[in-house]
């Protein structure tokens, strides 16, 4: 039954959960609490609708914040100097006999499970993220920051995909991924072509696997035709990078891009104004990071203070706090849309 | 031995846990579900709340371990359950006492509307 499997996996949850409380609280009432917990998943699994899970959900996270922080700081606060000496001897001969022999999980320890599961949390789950180009402009602006959902890609055959929603890269969809020529920047673009897709464009026309497609996400801000970014991947142009040559070499059969097995073709929705696919050439699939959820910030500054925050950087961002925020665009949801096919 | 009014006012859980455990022996769970009862499920205790407030209240000497176990077909080991103290008794008298003494300084300057039948049930 998959409710009993769902209501064993929470538990678990729960239990490893538990140890984020100081130990000496987990000995004397993790086994009620962990009892308790599994009571309340079966009051709600009586009356089951997503509501009530979603809201149990809720509940039971913000119980275990606050609590967590309150008993571990009351454990602290109990602490006389006697005990405080003790503590400071106990992490000393911790760090000194890391890895040397078998120690009780002490104070370092405890600590560090805490530190685990927030790591845990902040590098698989979601990430935080902010946009320094204009390229997917219209869509997502310059100094968007943004939420990425890690696990919505996560490769397949991984644990995750038999328990979490989990639905391949199509097309359409909004991509964060690693820039394949500096893999430590994330770039953020629309994915245009998967495995087995022939490309081509027509005069800004987007004309996939032979049909032409209108795609209502892009901006054009330049009407004169480019012959090599409007009508791709016809007239190879000079700038585009050895990798891009060596995918117009290798994956192009007559007239058409032919994405290759593992690969993504990737363009910004500012169309005259990206450097995407068409320039540095495809995205491996294993170079794909995530989907954007939502954007939680949005601050009107220029490119380079993005990348790297600087003094003056904060102080403009203190001082005009208020005025720069892109107040309506808190919150928005960069969505996944569909090319519709031209008539 | 502290006076119950060294301990007052209690935080809502604090009160409404002694409450729940006024006229029987309760285990977690058990605690959980009158609290909910009480307050119309405004107040769901989870266990970190719920188990938080036992320890200082165990410390304070306002509830303790009860060795009785009064359901033993659904009983299990891990379940422990609770009895008030003496003490606790006090306390919990003490507050209500307090609550309904504001309670009547807020009737007098006529703050309030006329309580609705059956809205909440009483423990």
């Known amino acids: 039954m998959p409710q009993s499997i769902l209501l064993r996996c929470f538990c678990r949850l729960y239990l490893v959960m538990l140890y984020a409380y100081p130990r000496e609280f987990r000995m004397q009432f993790g086994g009620e609490m962990q009892q308790l917990f599994r009571d309340r998943c079966r009051q709600v699994t ?44 106990q992490v000393v001969r911790t760090v000194w006999s890391v890895g040397r022999s078998t120690q009780p999980r002490g104070f370092v320890a405890e600590w560090a499970m805490t530190l685990i599961i927030f790591l845990f949390a902040t590098t698989t789950l979601v990430q935080a993220y902010v946009v320094p180009t204009g390229s997917m402009e219209s869509t997502v602006m310059i100094g968007d920051h943004m ?13 995750g995909s038999h ?40 005069n800004k026309q987007l004309v996939r696997n032979g049909q032409r ?47 290759p097995p593992g690969k993504l073709f990737v363009m910004g929705d500012n169309r005259e104004n990206s450097e995407d696919s068409r320039y540095w050439g495809l995205v491996p699939r294993d170079y794909v990071v995530g989907k954007p959820v939502f954007i939680y910030w949005s601050y009107d ?24 925020t892109r107040w309506n665009r808190t919150f928005r949801v960069p969505r996944a849309q569909q090319a519709e096919l031209a008539r | 031995m502290s006076k119950p009014e060294d301990l007052l006012p209690l935080t809502p859980p604090v009160f409404h846990i002694l409450v729940a455990l006024s006229d029987e022996e309760r285990h977690g769970y058990g605690i959980m579900q009158d609290v909910a009862r009480q307050t119309d499920n405004a107040l769901q205790l989870g266990p970190g709340t719920l188990y938080g ?59 309030f509307d006329r309580p609705k039948a059956g809205v909440t049930g009483g423990a």
């Open chain 1, 46 to 89: 009586r009356t089951p609708s997503f509501w009530n899970w979603v809201r149990f959900a809720i509940q039971s996270a913000a119980d275990w914040m606050s609590t967590m922080f309150q008993e571990r700081m009351a454990a602290v606060r109990e602490l006389t100097v006697q005990e405080c000496a003790n503590k400071t001897f």
């Open chain 1, 147 to 159: 939420l990425v959902d890690r696990m919505s890609y996560s490769n397949p055959g991984s644990w």
């Open chain 1, 163 to 202: 328990l979490l929603p989990y639905r391949d890269v199509q097309r359409g969809d909004i991509v964060c991924f690693h820039y394949p020529e500096d893999v430590r920047q994330i770039y953020v673009k629309r994915v245009i072509g998967i495995p087995g897709d022939r490309i081509h464009m027509e």
């Open chain 1, 213 to 259: 497609f209108i795609e209502p996400y892009t901006q054009h801000i330049d009407p004169t035709i480019d012959p090599y970014r409007d009508n791709f991947p016809q007239a190879p142009s000079w700038n585009t990078t050895p990798r891009g040559r060596e995918m117009l070499a290798d994956d192009v059969r007559d007239g058409e891009l032919i994405v």
């Open chain 1, 301 to 324: 500054a220029p490119t380079a203070d993005l990348a790297n925050w600087s003094v003056d950087h904060l102080i403009d961002v203190t001082t005009h706090f208020f005025t720069k």
């Open chain 2, 53 to 111: 407030c036992l320890k200082r209240m165990l410390a304070a000497g306002m509830v303790e371990e009860s060795e009785v176990r009064p359901d033993p077909v659904i009983d299990d080991e891990r379940r422990r359950y609770y009895r008030m103290t003496p003490l606790g008794q006090r306390v919990v008298r003490a507050e209500a006492q307090r609550l309904a003494n504001a309670v009547t300084a807020a009737k007098t300057r006529r703050l």
